[in-house]
DNA sequence: GTGAAAGCGCTAACAT
DNA sequence: ATGTTAGCGCTTTCAC
């Protein structure tokens, strides 16, 4: 590969002059701009984005990290946010932390290594101190999705997990169902709390006894949703409708009442939270409350590239409004 | 942040054996040696990344390129991909090509700018000549995914289309269809060649016209598959399966023929192709041919490790083996 | 065994 | 307007 210092001798020049006109700026004479990009060109000349990394202290290299990269969910996100880095022109290193404490914490050293400019992080655990104090200590500007635990971000983007709970039970009462199961993810996801929070406000403002939601708590797997279900049916307890934390969750749900030869919705009422990619495919098709994840992931970017550019953040906090998605998997009593 | 300097001044020793230290090569007395790792812990001190890239000429980055990163099926490769990068302490970036030659060649001097120590590449159209010869005259190894046009791969993990449609069809004529359609995908996709190959042959081997299959192309979009099959129900055309290019298509196709109220399978038969994230959530649950996206990914990462590491590969050309899933899509006749 | 010194490719402060 | 020079943080000869 051609280096800067070939480019000068080919164009009879000083490697500064051939940097003025790479970077476009400080004073160069028509005729030899004309001289240098004519060797750049016939080199095929490319500027080492290490040397210049190294040279100036930026990368031009965005960090995120989301949950699993390999989840539709994710890896929507993770689309967003790779359209607004080609916009800006900048590279993204991607890494799961996999809502685990000890991964996230590598994945986000990996990026500080990589001397990312920044980092967009959707992680479900604190940052383990000593990596939050790195970031503060280099004043790494960081983005956080879903919340920020530890004072971190420059700018937290929420879902507005509550809200988006709340509409679904909403829901739910408005149809006249008033023994609904709630199939809810780990109590150690700050998703998990909200959500319970917002379902116990719902109840509460409609003026109906707590009871009115069973809670059972387990995994954001569709096995789990498919495992209670069953268990509930041969429970013998009284339900119209079962609220499933996520679309997985709701998945599972929906193979286990067929299963049983329990119809939907006209037995029980069933609802997701994500809508997720095969929340319509699902037959009946899910009733369900959608994240706008792509938008989620484009704009936790831009920000992001706003912070570098030492522009203000207007909003230093953005809760992402819920939609309620009515498809074909809830009946009114 | 602590620089090699600062962690040699602090042991009361020179760069040299801190630098000797960190590598684990070269003689350092065991007394500096516990000095060195003192003032690191002490100091906190992790090695540059940038000056390290600069000066030993490799990043430990590997550079991947999919269609979309924001598509289930390239995000389980790309899964698989991270988890081989993880395995061996390398990072990786992940651009998007599109199924776009401009934004293929693109992602892909992005990849070799960044200082990529190796590729792996799943794209659709050929490598542009400039980049090509940029990968060649670098000497950049590269792993291809799909196929190798331009001859740039070390090696190429090539998904067995042609078997796999084969195999489709085969499935269906024992079930007794004689009157077929292939929902195909668009004629400049690689893959889509390679499966209407594969259409052709089972129907030579079973000694049957070639007019048993009816071909229509589009794109592997679910609206494709919709609109196409009420076109197909409308043209009063017989038909007993349809074969769908891929799952989004079939997805599309179960949903017309649901609206139009032909059974599946016991009207229509339906199959796809790649057992996407939803084809065992549709109802009836699709049969199609799997694809192990998330295997094939790992494994062109750790392939291109191995020639990282000087090793010769022992084969230059993977087909991955399909396998057929059956579910409940297809009927016997 | 250890240190001094050169240099990877680039940018920017400083001369001219 | 252009060139000279000094590093960025690290690895790696090459002396001692």
Partial sequence: MATIKDVSKHAGVSKSTVSRVIMGQGYVSEQKKILVEAAIAKLGYRPNTIARALRSNRSNIIGNVVVDVASPFYAQMVGGSQAACRAANKSMIICSGFADQYDESNAIMELIDRACDGLVLYVENPVSEDVAGIIRSIDLPVIMIGGDQ?????????????????????????????????????????????????????????????????????????????????????SGRKFTAIFAGDDDIAAGVILALKERGVRIPGDISVMGFDDNFHARHLTPGLTTIRQPTMAIGQMAVEMLVSVLKGETLPETEITIPIELVVRDSVATI
């Fill in 150 to 234: 530890d004072g971190i971000g420059r700018a937290v983007i929420k879902i507005d997990n509550f809200g988006g709970a709340k509409a679904a039970i909403q829901y739910l009462l408005d149809n006249g169902h008033r023994d609904i199961v709630h199939l809810s993810g780990p109590l150690a996801f700050r998703d998990t709390r909200a959500r319970l929070s917002g379902i116990d406000t719902a109840i509460a403002e409609a003026g109906l006894p707590k009871g009115t939601v069973h809670v059972v708590h387990g995994e954001f797997f569709e096995q789990f949703g498919y495992e209670e279900t069953l268990n509930l049916l041969t």
